[in-house]
């Protein structure tokens, strides 16, 4: 199970202000669970799983797939690879005969990194899936165009080597998809990029690790069970969601996911998205300019106990802590007798060392509260595809009611736009020559015009 514990979030607020904050979130709830998004829609859809399924008997003619995507196209496939397979899974030579694939995942620019996995992979038996809902998204472009260089390089047939994930009938992806006869997979045109996951773009990355695509699924059905609780003290959704508005009302804009497991660190990383992109809003839904939004901090227990906790103890109370807690690890060490002689650390011989993380969650836990600061506690009993669907869609509700009670649009985000503008009209972008005048002019003025651009 994945369990919630609220701990004491609601402690700073009267009983009938929560109250009366919750029959409005209840009354949000009700509304999406009727409105019924993509990503909800999409839960245990057959036609989505079979899509995925049917390209399985091919994935195993590869021993590697690098997945070529960013933000949302990106994340939740590293959120998988890193919370549900070793860290060193890329080197274990087990894979191969099993049939399971490599996994790397471009998603960046930054030409030593792409160059560092392309150096390692054996193009001839490596599997590229490029994903992007709009099939346009510059960087994955730019990725795309460098792989497919390089397998006709070595004289390798692109149709056999790609795969693209992208809108059902529009965009450059598709388009190419069509003409040159490429595989393809569809991102439902009403899932958005962070919500997406569940759907193809997270799903071949699961069947390519030897995980069950259907389990996902299932997790996140069992989840959407549990948050459709009319009563909030029995929804973990309504009570993210609730507990973060009420905070956030008071000043704490700050939302911190402290993760106690090196595994569940990528699903901070997919948090972080999801929160920011969705919930960060200059406009409400009336056109009203309200300019709302928590930022998302990431957080490694116990690595930063010794670098952010004494901010967050005696720092400004600005921020919501949500601790995530793995109960059973899949591997464990036990820590020997060593050192008889110095009583000091006797305390820790025969210890495992999970029980020396866990202890220590709980001491930063209660040292927060201690310190009058709104904490949460996200227990994990177990690190598996069922927990992670469940996580991934009980995040994505809370998410949606976030946005809700802050009367904004949690499923669009303009603010991105205007920077991905200024870069195609910096790069060359036909018909935006005048544009790339005026940007000229402002980088001038701060002295950041060079002349490569």
């Not at 070595?154 to 693209?164: E, N, S, V």
Request: charged fraction near 25%.
């Amino acid at each position: 199970m994945l369990r919630l514990n609220t701990t004491n979030a609601f402690e700073f607020f009267k009983e009938e202000y929560v109250e009366e904050h919750a029959n409005t979130a209840v009354g949000a709830l009700i509304h999406i669970l009727e409105e019924k998004p993509g990503f909800i829609r999409i839960l245990g859809d057959r036609k989505l799983l079979e899509s995925v399924r049917s390209h399985e008997e091919w994935l195993r003619c590869f021993d590697t797939m690098v997945v070529v995507g960013i933000g949302g196209s990106g994340l939740g496939n590293i959120a998988i690879r890193e919370s549900l397979r070793p860290f060193n899974w890329n080197r274990l030579n087990r894979n191969m005969r099993e049939g399971w694939l490599k996994l790397y995942v471009l998603d960046n620019v930054d030409p030593e990194g792409i160059a560092a996995v392309l150096d390692e992979i054996d193009f001839k038996s490596t599997l590229f899936n490029v994903i992007s809902k709009s099939g346009g998204t510059t960087e994955t472009i730019a990725n795309y165009l460098v792989v497919r260089g390089m397998l006709e390089t070595y004289g390798l047939d692109p149709r056999k080597h790609l795969i693209f994930t992208t809108d059902p009938e529009m965009g450059l992806l598709r388009s190419i998809a069509h003409s040159e006869g490429i595989r393809a997979l569809e991102i439902p045109p009403d899932v958005g990029g962070r919500f997406s996951v569940l759907t193809a773009v997270g799903m071949l990355t699961a069947l390519a690790l030897g995980l069950n695509p259907e389990a996902f699924h299932e997790g996140g059905l069992s989840m959407l069970e549990t948050c459709s609780f009319h009563d909030w003290k029995k929804n973990p959704a309504i009570q993210i969601a609730l507990s973060h508005y009420l905070h956030y009302l008071e000043g704490r804009n700050i939302s911190v996911m402290m993760a106690y497991s090196s595994r569940l660190l990528s699903l901070v990383d997919w948090y972080r998205q999801l929160w920011a992109e969705s919930l960060g809003k200059r406009h409400a839904r009336d056109g009203e300019e309200v300019r709302v939004g928590q930022t998302p901090v990431k957080a490694l227990g116990v690595l930063d106990q010794h670098s952010q906790l004494q901010l967050y103890n005696e720092g400004p109370d600005d921020k919501v802590v949500t601790f995530l807690r793995l109960k059973r690890f899949s591997r464990e060490i036990r820590i020997p007798h060593v050192h008889e002689e110095i009583e000091s650390i006797d305390y820790l011989k025969s210890h495992k060392l999970s029980t020396l993380l866990n202890t220590e969650l709980l001491g930063t836990l209660v040292s927060l509260v201690e310190n009058h600061r709104p904490v949460l506690l996200l227990d994990f009993d177990e690190l598996d595809e069922r927990h992670l669907g469940m996580f991934f869609v009980l995040y994505e509700l809370a998410t949606a009611l976030t946005g809700e009670l802050l009367n904004i649009n949690a499923y669009d985000q303009p603010g991105v736009e205007r920077g991905k503008q200024v870069t195609k009209a910096l790069m060359g972008k036909d018909r935006m020559e005048e544009e790339r005048k005026r940007i000229k002019s402002k980088l001038e003025k701060y002295g950041l015009w060079e002349d490569t651009l």
